[in-house]
């Protein structure tokens, strides 16, 4: 079974300071590792994910995540945020197997409040 | 390419009737996943249908129950409805073939059950 966990359920910050978004996952078998953004009545968009290889992954809007297998952790960083920013992340493991393409298990969120 | 598109994009029903939501996949996608976004909560996978057939279900009552058609599109239904049944109900398609595909999500249908 897999469980992730997001540490943070609001992360208020200023606009362009850095920020980072803590992640932690739980699994008895290997994963892919995701995280997504939904913005306000909106679905989930992906910000980045990680595969294999390179445990720094760029991706979208200045976003990135490092993977930590050591301590089962991917934390998401923006070096500088914009008020477009201000949404909803969503971490997600998928378990390695084919048949699972579709199969996500999603912490239960972090809001990223940006103010002026 | 329209992604992955969903319907309605609301709808209200009173507790005890049933419920069917639509979703039509993104092109040359075969598999399509639904999810339960409860208020303040991330999505909980409900199933998962491949070539016409549940392939994985989470942890959900029999209540809950869907369909995919030749064209990939699929429907869930959902019966003898709660208030707790109350959510944001997500959409994903991906493809089976290769397994370093992504999952893409559907606008989500906003059910209110009163």
């Known amino acids: 079974a897999q469980s992730v966990t997001q540490l943070d359920s609001q992360v208020p910050v200023f606009e362009e300071a850095p920020v980072e978004l803590r992640c932690n996952y739980s699994?008895?078998?290997?994963?892919?590792l995701f995280w997504y953004v939904q913005y306000p009545n909106q679905g989930l968009q992906l910000l980045l994910k990680?595969?294999?290889?390179?445990?720094l992954v760029k991706g979208i809007n200045g976003f990135e995540a490092e993977f930590n297998k050591s301590q089962t952790s991917f934390h998401l960083r923006k070096p500088s945020v914009h008020i477009s920013d201000t949404a909803e992340y969503f971490c997600?493991?998928?378990?390695?197997?084919?048949?699972?393409?579709?199969?996500?298990?999603f912490g239960q969120g972090t809001t990223l409040q940006v103010k002026p | 390419d329209a992604g992955v598109t969903q319907s309605p994009t609301h709808l209200i029903k009173t507790r005890g009737q049933q419920v069917t939501l639509r979703c039509s996949p993104k092109?040359?996608?075969?598999?399509v996943s639904w999810y339960q976004q409860a208020l303040g909560q991330g999505p909980q996978f409900i199933f998962q249908?491949?070539?016409?057939?549940?392939?994985q279900r989470g942890n959900f009552p029999d209540r809950f129950s869907g369909h995919q058609f030749p064209n990939y599109s699929s429907e869930l239904n959902v019966n003898a409805l709660l208030l707790g049944d109350s959510a944001l109900y997500l959409c994903?398609?991906?493809?089976?073939?290769?397994?370093?595909?992504?999952?893409?999500f559907g606008q989500g249908t906003r059910l209110t059950v009163v």
């Open positions: 994903a398609s991906s493809s089976s073939r290769g397994v370093n595909t992504e999952a893409f």
């Open positions: 699994s008895s078998v290997s994963v892919y």
């Open positions: 990680y595969l294999s290889g390179s445990t």
């Open positions: 997600a493991v998928r378990p390695m197997h084919r048949s699972n393409t579709g199969k996500l298990i």
């Open positions: 092109s040359g996608h075969d598999t």
């Open positions: 249908y491949y070539e016409e057939e549940e392939r």
